[in-house]
């Protein structure tokens, strides 16, 4: 009995080891490895940044209407009621004029009336830009006599600045700037006749360039075709 107790103490004493994690138990089957913890990245608080200065909208392209002299660009609206006082009209006698809603009669019979052509753009080379348009003058006799007058931008009212007469019972059909071409020029387009024509008849088209000389729209050159009423 002895014998035997002392037989069951060595096989205890050297039965197998405590197994280490992975290593193969007494059944032959491989333990299961660990998994390693792979470090999860960090969000960055509040998402992506921005890039500073980065545009939210795109610029608009619509122009504003301010000219490159910093006065807002007179429109045609505004010589419904401009001033008649200077630029080359102190000759009819009306210091001090203005029209009001495109008309002014003097006490003397003469009544002014602004035409409805009109062209806007620089003419008188402060890069505001300008009006030029036409006034039928009538004394009380047969005479209907038409004038170009620019009106200068000033800070966004229209002065006269200069004018030119171009002639009794001669319409004007059209005043533009040209998109190309020297600038500061304006041409104008009316009804005249020869030297030799009655004066209550208009033969001619008249198409004539202008540009700003003191007080007067000085003709540069002009170009003649037959016009029939």
């Known amino acids: 009995m002895a014998a035997a107790g002392l037989i069951a103490g060595l096989v205890v004493a050297c039965g197998p080891k405590d197994l280490a994690p ?4 007494g059944s032959g089957k491989p333990g299961k490895a660990s998994k390693s913890a792979t470090p999860t990245p960090a969000k960055t608080p509040g998402g992506p940044k921005k890039t500073p200065g980065t545009p939210t909208k795109t610029p608009s392209s619509k122009p504003s209407g301010t000219a490159a002299g910093g006065a807002k660009a007179l429109t045609c ?10 630029g080359g009209l102190e000759g009819y006698g009306i210091a001090g004029a203005s029209l009001s809603a495109g008309r002014w009669e003097g006490p003397d019979g003469v009544v002014i009336e602004l035409q409805p052509q009109c062209a806007i753009g620089d003419i008188t080379g402060d890069s505001a830009a300008d009006a030029v348009g ?8 047969t005479g209907k006599f038409y004038t170009l007058v620019t009106w200068r931008n000033d800070g966004g009212t229209p002065v006269p600045a200069a004018a ?11 005043i533009d700037f040209p998109s190309a071409g020297p600038p500061r ?3 104008v387009v009316y009804r005249t006749r020869g030297d030799d024509d009655p ?8 198409t004539a360039v202008y540009e700003v000389s003191g007080a007067s729209m000085v003709e ?3 170009s003649d075709a037959p016009y029939t009423p």
């Open 22 to 25: 992975g290593e193969s138990g």
């Open 77 to 86: 609206a505004q010589l419904q009621n401009a001033s008649l006082d200077g």
């Open 134 to 141: 036409a006034l039928k003058i009538s004394t009380g006799g």
């Open 164 to 174: 030119a007469e171009l002639g009794d019972r001669t319409p004007v059909v059209s």
């Open 185 to 187: 020029q304006v041409t």
């Open 199 to 206: 004066a209550a008849v208009v033969t001619l088209t008249r």
């Open 220 to 222: 540069l050159h002009h």
